[in-house]
Protein backbone atom coordinates (compact mmCIF):
# COMPACT_ATOMS: atom_id res chain seq x y z
CA UNK A 1 0.00 0.00 0.00
CA UNK A 2 2.98 2.56 0.90
CA UNK A 3 4.32 2.12 -2.66
CA UNK A 4 1.29 2.55 -4.05
CA UNK A 5 0.59 5.50 -2.18
CA UNK A 6 4.22 7.07 -3.20
CA UNK A 7 3.74 5.56 -7.34
CA UNK A 8 0.32 7.80 -7.14
CA UNK A 9 2.03 10.58 -5.82
CA UNK A 10 4.35 10.59 -8.02
CA UNK A 11 2.35 10.27 -11.12
CA UNK A 12 0.08 13.56 -9.62
CA UNK A 13 3.25 15.56 -9.45
CA UNK A 14 4.57 14.57 -13.03
CA UNK A 15 0.96 15.35 -14.26
CA UNK A 16 0.36 19.06 -12.07
CA UNK A 17 3.66 19.67 -13.28
CA UNK A 18 2.99 18.87 -17.09
CA UNK A 19 0.02 20.74 -16.37
CA UNK A 20 1.35 24.04 -15.08
CA UNK A 21 3.85 24.22 -18.15
CA UNK A 22 0.76 24.01 -20.49
CA UNK A 23 -0.72 27.07 -18.03
CA UNK A 24 2.64 28.56 -18.19
CA UNK A 25 2.82 28.46 -22.27
CA UNK A 26 -0.54 29.74 -22.57
CA UNK A 27 -0.62 32.89 -20.43
CA UNK A 28 3.18 33.66 -20.99
CA UNK A 29 2.57 32.92 -25.17
CA UNK A 30 4.63 36.26 -25.67
CA UNK A 31 7.55 35.93 -23.68
CA UNK A 32 8.61 32.78 -25.74
CA UNK A 33 9.44 30.49 -23.09
CA UNK A 34 12.49 28.31 -23.72
CA UNK A 35 12.82 26.20 -20.53
CA UNK A 36 10.61 25.24 -17.71
CA UNK A 37 11.66 23.65 -14.91
CA UNK A 38 9.26 23.34 -11.59
CA UNK A 39 10.74 22.04 -7.89
CA UNK A 40 8.51 21.35 -5.36
CA UNK A 41 9.54 21.18 -1.33
CA UNK A 42 7.65 21.18 1.53
CA UNK A 43 8.25 25.08 1.77
CA UNK A 44 7.81 26.40 -1.38
CA UNK A 45 7.57 25.75 -5.35
CA UNK A 46 9.93 27.06 -7.24
CA UNK A 47 9.17 27.92 -11.02
CA UNK A 48 12.53 28.51 -13.18
CA UNK A 49 12.02 30.31 -16.67
CA UNK A 50 13.81 30.76 -19.54
CA UNK A 51 12.70 33.19 -21.74
CA UNK A 52 13.52 34.82 -25.01
CA UNK A 53 11.76 38.82 -23.66
CA UNK A 54 11.81 38.86 -19.60
CA UNK A 55 10.09 42.43 -20.03
CA UNK A 56 6.65 40.41 -20.79
CA UNK A 57 6.58 38.49 -17.82
CA UNK A 58 8.85 40.79 -14.86
CA UNK A 59 6.78 44.32 -16.18
CA UNK A 60 8.17 47.80 -15.07
CA UNK A 61 7.53 47.62 -11.63
CA UNK A 62 7.03 43.70 -11.31
CA UNK A 63 3.12 43.43 -11.16
CA UNK A 64 2.87 41.14 -14.02
CA UNK A 65 4.92 38.67 -12.33
CA UNK A 66 2.77 39.17 -9.16
CA UNK A 67 -0.40 38.57 -11.47
CA UNK A 68 0.89 35.18 -12.62
CA UNK A 69 2.35 34.33 -9.05
CA UNK A 70 -2.06 34.73 -8.09
CA UNK A 71 -2.96 33.12 -10.70
CA UNK A 72 -0.83 29.63 -10.22
CA UNK A 73 -2.00 29.56 -6.42
CA UNK A 74 -5.77 29.83 -7.81
CA UNK A 75 -5.35 27.51 -10.63
CA UNK A 76 -3.35 25.11 -8.81
CA UNK A 77 -3.57 25.28 -5.10
CA UNK A 78 -0.06 25.97 -5.05
CA UNK A 79 0.36 27.89 -1.28
CA UNK A 80 4.38 29.60 -1.96
CA UNK A 81 5.41 29.88 -5.73
CA UNK A 82 8.15 31.54 -6.40
CA UNK A 83 9.25 32.34 -9.60
CA UNK A 84 12.61 33.17 -10.94
CA UNK A 85 13.21 34.65 -14.76
CA UNK A 86 15.87 34.34 -16.90
CA UNK A 87 16.77 35.08 -20.60
CA UNK A 88 18.17 32.97 -22.58
CA UNK A 89 21.41 33.28 -24.20
CA UNK A 90 21.15 31.81 -27.74
CA UNK A 91 17.38 31.13 -28.91
CA UNK A 92 18.33 29.48 -31.85
CA UNK A 93 20.00 26.67 -29.47
CA UNK A 94 16.22 26.00 -28.35
CA UNK A 95 14.42 23.74 -30.04
CA UNK A 96 11.67 24.99 -28.33
CA UNK A 97 12.20 28.17 -29.61
CA UNK A 98 12.73 27.15 -32.82
CA UNK A 99 10.12 24.91 -33.75
CA UNK A 100 7.66 27.84 -32.78
CA UNK A 101 9.50 29.97 -35.60
CA UNK A 102 9.34 27.61 -37.83
CA UNK A 103 5.34 26.93 -37.24
CA UNK A 104 5.06 30.97 -37.41
CA UNK A 105 6.50 30.69 -40.57
CA UNK A 106 4.42 28.05 -41.62
CA UNK A 107 0.84 29.19 -40.65
CA UNK A 108 1.87 32.74 -42.51
CA UNK A 109 2.10 30.79 -45.95
CA UNK A 110 5.66 31.21 -46.14
CA UNK A 111 7.18 28.28 -48.60
CA UNK A 112 7.56 25.49 -46.29
CA UNK A 113 11.17 24.22 -47.33
CA UNK A 114 12.40 27.79 -46.90
CA UNK A 115 11.16 28.38 -43.63
CA UNK A 116 12.70 25.07 -42.84
CA UNK A 117 16.23 25.69 -44.50
CA UNK A 118 16.37 29.53 -42.73
CA UNK A 119 15.69 28.05 -39.37
CA UNK A 120 17.98 25.03 -39.90
CA UNK A 121 21.27 27.92 -40.74
CA UNK A 122 20.23 30.01 -37.79
CA UNK A 123 20.97 26.78 -35.93
CA UNK A 124 24.08 26.02 -36.99
CA UNK A 125 25.01 29.39 -37.17
CA UNK A 126 24.90 29.64 -33.66
CA UNK A 127 27.16 27.09 -33.27
CA UNK A 128 25.09 23.58 -33.18
CA UNK A 129 26.62 20.64 -33.74
CA UNK A 130 23.89 19.24 -35.57
CA UNK A 131 20.09 19.53 -36.16
CA UNK A 132 17.44 18.41 -37.67
CA UNK A 133 14.07 20.07 -38.37
CA UNK A 134 10.77 18.19 -39.73
CA UNK A 135 7.37 18.90 -40.75
CA UNK A 136 4.93 16.69 -41.21
CA UNK A 137 1.11 16.84 -42.38
CA UNK A 138 -0.69 18.18 -45.48
CA UNK A 139 1.98 20.35 -46.47
CA UNK A 140 0.23 22.47 -48.88
CA UNK A 141 -3.30 24.00 -50.56
CA UNK A 142 -6.68 22.30 -48.62
CA UNK A 143 -7.30 18.68 -49.65
CA UNK A 144 -3.43 18.13 -50.05
CA UNK A 145 -1.56 14.37 -49.16
CA UNK A 146 -0.06 14.26 -45.99
CA UNK A 147 3.74 14.35 -46.57
CA UNK A 148 7.28 14.79 -44.53
CA UNK A 149 10.23 17.18 -45.22
CA UNK A 150 12.87 16.90 -43.10
CA UNK A 151 16.13 19.00 -43.33
CA UNK A 152 19.51 18.80 -41.27
CA UNK A 153 23.06 19.93 -41.08
CA UNK A 154 25.88 18.34 -38.97
CA UNK A 155 25.73 15.16 -36.60
CA UNK A 156 22.66 14.41 -34.61
CA UNK A 157 23.56 11.20 -32.47
CA UNK A 158 20.53 8.89 -32.29
CA UNK A 159 22.22 6.13 -29.90
CA UNK A 160 24.02 5.75 -27.13
CA UNK A 161 24.83 8.72 -24.43
CA UNK A 162 25.10 11.72 -26.27
CA UNK A 163 21.40 11.17 -27.29
CA UNK A 164 20.56 12.17 -23.67
CA UNK A 165 21.89 15.42 -24.61
CA UNK A 166 20.36 16.47 -27.43
CA UNK A 167 17.79 18.78 -27.06
CA UNK A 168 14.27 18.52 -28.22
CA UNK A 169 10.84 19.74 -28.91
CA UNK A 170 7.87 18.78 -31.04
CA UNK A 171 4.95 21.83 -32.00
CA UNK A 172 1.63 21.82 -33.63
CA UNK A 173 1.88 24.57 -36.89
CA UNK A 174 -2.69 25.20 -37.40
CA UNK A 175 -3.09 25.99 -41.37
CA UNK A 176 -5.89 26.29 -43.16
CA UNK A 177 -5.21 22.67 -44.30
CA UNK A 178 -5.03 20.94 -41.00
CA UNK A 179 -2.02 20.55 -38.45
CA UNK A 180 2.21 20.26 -39.33
CA UNK A 181 3.82 18.64 -37.01
CA UNK A 182 7.00 20.81 -36.65
CA UNK A 183 9.78 18.34 -35.02
CA UNK A 184 13.43 19.90 -34.45
CA UNK A 185 16.08 18.22 -32.64
CA UNK A 186 19.67 19.91 -31.81
CA UNK A 187 23.15 18.72 -30.57
CA UNK A 188 24.43 22.01 -28.61
CA UNK A 189 28.05 22.65 -28.99
CA UNK A 190 28.90 21.27 -25.48
CA UNK A 191 28.59 18.09 -26.92
CA UNK A 192 31.45 15.87 -27.46
CA UNK A 193 30.92 14.15 -31.18
CA UNK A 194 33.20 12.95 -33.39
CA UNK A 195 34.46 15.49 -36.02
CA UNK A 196 31.57 14.22 -38.75
CA UNK A 197 30.16 17.20 -40.26
CA UNK A 198 27.82 17.08 -43.33
CA UNK A 199 26.22 19.26 -45.48
CA UNK A 200 22.46 20.47 -45.14
CA UNK A 201 20.45 18.16 -47.16
CA UNK A 202 16.65 17.79 -47.63
CA UNK A 203 14.42 15.09 -47.41
CA UNK A 204 10.61 14.56 -48.75
CA UNK A 205 8.91 11.53 -47.91
CA UNK A 206 4.90 11.08 -48.94
CA UNK A 207 2.63 9.79 -46.44
CA UNK A 208 -0.58 8.41 -46.03
CA UNK A 209 -3.31 11.01 -45.04
CA UNK A 210 -3.42 9.96 -41.94
CA UNK A 211 0.15 9.29 -40.64
Known amino acids: MVMKSIKTKFIEEKLLKKAMIEFLERELKYAWIANVDIQKSPVETRIFLEV ?9 RGGKLQ ?14 PRINVVEIRNQ ?23 VLYRALKNVMNA ?17 AKA ?9 VPKAGDPVRQVKYY ?14 VRIAPPEIYLPDKMEKPKEEEVEENAAA
Open 67 to 80: RLVSLIKKEFGVEN
Open 52 to 60: LDPRRILGS
Open 170 to 183: HYPAVTKSGIVGIT
Open 127 to 143: GAIGAEIIAAGKLGAKG
Open 147 to 155: RKIKVYSGF
Open 92 to 114: WLEPRIVAKRVARGIEMGRNVRG
